[in-house]
């Protein structure tokens, strides 16, 4: 089954505790990137990746890392989580060619709190 | 600065009506998705509009885009409950960054 797979689902967490939330795609798409979701904020892009060892910055980067070192795996690192990054996030992939090029297939979300 | 604004923000109707939600972006561009979320879910693919004058439909949804008037409109027919959820229209820069509307939450009423 295609699927964008992330892990952990639910995640509570202390102010300056490092964690890392995986991503990891099983429909070899190059493009992979993360949102975070906020009420009344819509979606907003923090990182994205083209293919391996690409990646740049999206509208929200402050406080997250990524990397891409394999094509199907691209995991958010907070190296200091705070407060404000208490959210829900979301892992995405697409291809960047065919029909229906760049249409995202998203993960099943992770629900981070930060106390 | 690219910005995507959708309305109305929040949707109210009966079973069987017809309505349609408008998805306005601030620069040029000719890609425009739209996906929706059910409560507690992630975020299912709906339509992707490429071109100008692009329509899409299924079932009840069908999805149109001007890129002359930086506009999507994603239509409603004959509403029923099954198409309660948040809706969100995205727009791809051209550089692989995407913004989203805010989403537009429907509720259907029997």
């Known amino acids: 089954e295609a699927q964008v797979t992330q892990n952990p689902r639910y995640l509570i967490t202390v102010t300056g505790k490092k964690l890392t939330v995986t991503c990891s795609q099983n429909m070899n798409h190059e493009y992979m990137s993360w949102y975070r979701q906020d009420p009344g904020l819509g979606l907003r892009q923090i990182y994205y990746s083209m293919n391996v060892e690409v990646t740049d910055k999206g509208d929200v980067p402050e406080g997250y890392k990524v990397s891409r070192k394999e094509k199907r795996n691209f995991p958010l690192i907070l190296e200091s989580p705070s407060p404000n990054q208490t959210s829900l996030y979301f892992c995405?992939?697409?291809?960047?060619?065919?029909?229906?090029?760049?249409?995202?297939?998203f993960g099943p979300g992770t629900r981070l709190t930060v106390l | 600065e690219l910005k995507v604004e959708q309305n109305p923000l929040f949707l109210s109707m009966q079973e069987g009506k017809n309505y349609t939600i408008y998805c306005n972006y601030s620069?040029?561009?000719?890609?425009l998705y739209w996906y929706r979320q059910d409560p507690g879910k992630s975020l299912e693919s709906l339509f992707v509009?490429?071109?100008?004058?692009a329509v899409k439909q299924e079932g009840r949804l069908m999805a149109s885009l001007d890129t002359k008037a930086r506009l999507s409109t994603l239509h409603i027919t004959a509403a029923v409950h099954d198409l309660s959820a948040t809706y969100f229209c995205a727009v791809d820069s051209g550089t692989y960054k995407y913004i989203f509307g805010t989403g537009t939450r429907l509720k259907v009423l029997a």
């Open positions: 620069t040029t561009s000719d890609r």
């Open positions: 995405a992939s697409s291809s960047t060619s065919g029909g229906n090029f760049r249409e995202q297939f």
């Open positions: 509009l490429l071109s100008n004058g």
